[in-house]
Each structure stands twice: as C-alpha cells, then as structure tokens.
C-alpha cells in the first residue's frame, strides 16, 4: 500500500482521510467491547454443570434413602418377630438393628442436606421437603434407637414385666421410625424425579454430552 504524502493532499482531501481513520477506530473499540446478547446469561457450561451436579446430589440423596427406609424396616421386623419373648439375646439384635437403621437415616440426612443445597429452581422446593423429611426420619430412629437400649437394659436385668413392656415400646418406636423412613425415601424420589424432569426438558439438543448423561443419571436412579 502506497505511503501517504499529507503535504500534496488538499485540505478537503485531509479532512476527508481524517474522518475515515476516525471511523475505523471506532468501529474498532466498538467491536472490542461489543457482547453479544446471549453471553448476558451465564455461559452454557457453567449452567450444565450446575445441573449435573444438582442430578447427582438428588440421585445420591434418593439412593441413601432407599437404604435407609430398609434399615428401618428390618429393624421393625426384627422387633416385630420377636414379640412375645423376652431375652438379652433378641434385645441385643434389636438393638444392632436400630443403631444401622439410625446411622443410615443420618447418612441419608446429610445426603439430602447436600442435595437441597444444590438443587436447582425447578426442584428446590421438593428437595426442601426431602431434607425435612430426612431429619424427621433421623430423629424417629434415634428415640427407636434409645428405646431399644432401654430393652435390653431390662432384658439384663431379667425383670420380664419390664423387659415385656419394654420391648414393646421399642416395637412401636421402631414402626414409627419405618414409617418416617419410608416417607423420606418417597419425598427424595420426587426430588429427585424432579430434577431429572427439569434436566430433560433443559437439555441442549445440539450437546450430546448433557442428553447422553441423562439416560445414565435416571438408569442409576431406578
């Protein structure tokens, strides 16, 4: 490109030639902090992963869930079975019993203490209700567990009234301890059908990677 000799140039032709690198420049510096309008929202992956995460919390809370609605329930057939026979033997089982449905139900409360955390808006209501729910069920198997104990502590003592009476009590903490259990475990299944729910219709056709995952979320979930 030929060098410009500004002494030749008329003074029209100056301002002229003036103008036009005022407008290059700034047709430049427009173009450096022009954003486009679909970067006003968060990037796409940020919003994928955020997703992601909110599925795998939810499918893990409903995993931890399920495990301990069957502690509870073992613990309330092992009580139930044993109805009628007093013995330090049965006590002590019951006991083991309710002390795993009980730290189960904490594991699944901490689960879904991490899952109403990272819910996203379409579930975080049903993940709410799934946390609450998992510390009700906590909190029924921790008296089961305590009354189990008080069980065999009569049973020890080999006072049969007491030890019957007991165990009683024990059987019917441990069914309300299976009951709470059980309706955590379906309050963490809608949360998490929920959030699966959201991710479908969410989903981005053009990235396989977020479709794909999906299928395999709600396949470990069933």
Same mark, same amino acid.
């Given at each position: 490109?030929?060098? =410009?000799?500004?002494?030749?140039?008329?003074?029209?032709?100056?301002?002229?030639?003036?103008?036009? =690198?005022?407008?290059?420049?700034?047709?430049?510096?427009?173009?450096?902090?022009?954003?486009?309008?679909?970067?006003?929202?968060?990037?796409?992956?940020?919003?994928?992963?955020?997703?992601?995460?909110?599925?795998?919390?939810?499918?893990?809370?409903?995993? &931890?869930?399920?495990?301990?609605?069957?502690?509870?329930?073992?613990?309330?057939?092992?009580?139930?079975?044993?109805?009628?026979?007093?013995?330090?033997?049965?006590?002590?089982?019951?006991?083991?019993?309710?002390?795993?449905?009980?730290?189960? &139900?904490?594991?699944?409360?901490? *689960?879904?203490? =991490?899952?109403?955390? *990272?819910?996203?808006?379409?579930?975080?209501?049903?993940?709410?209700? &799934?946390?609450?729910?998992?510390?009700?069920? =906590?909190?029924?198997?921790?008296?089961?567990?305590?009354?189990?104990?008080?069980?065999?502590?009569?049973?020890?003592?080999?006072?049969?009234?007491?030890?019957?009476?007991?165990?009683?009590?024990?059987?019917?903490?441990?069914?309300?301890?299976?009951?709470?259990?059980?309706?955590?475990?379906?309050?963490?299944?809608?949360?998490?059908?929920?959030?699966?729910?959201?991710?479908?219709?969410?989903?981005?056709?053009?990235?396989?990677?977020?479709?794909?995952?999906?299928?395999?979320?709600?396949?470990?979930?069933?």
């Amino acid at each position: 490109m030929p060098l =410009v000799d500004w002494k030749k140039m008329t003074p029209n032709a100056l301002r002229a030639c003036v103008a036009s =690198v005022a407008m290059a420049v700034g047709a430049c510096a427009f173009a450096a902090d022009y954003t486009a309008p679909g970067r006003l929202s968060p990037p796409q992956n940020t919003t994928d992963g955020t997703r992601d995460a909110a599925g795998r919390a939810a499918r893990e809370a409903e995993q &931890a869930a399920r495990r301990a609605a069957d502690a509870a329930r073992a613990a309330a057939e092992k009580s139930k079975a044993s109805a009628g026979k007093v013995s330090r033997a049965l006590a002590e089982g019951i006991r083991r019993a309710a002390r795993k449905a009980a730290e189960s &139900a904490t594991r699944f409360e901490a *689960k879904a203490t =991490v899952a109403a955390r *990272k819910a996203i808006d379409e579930s975080k209501d049903a993940a709410r209700a &799934a946390q609450e729910e998992s510390s009700k069920a =906590v909190a029924a198997s921790r008296e089961a567990l305590a009354m189990a104990e008080k069980s065999l502590d009569r049973a020890a003592k080999m006072n049969k009234v007491e030890a019957e009476k007991a165990a009683q009590a024990t059987r019917e903490a441990l069914a309300k301890a299976e009951e709470a259990a059980r309706l955590a475990a379906k309050a963490a299944a809608d949360a998490a059908a929920r959030t699966f729910e959201a991710m479908k219709r969410t989903a981005r056709p053009a990235g396989p990677d977020a479709t794909q995952a999906l299928p395999a979320l709600q396949k470990e979930n069933s």
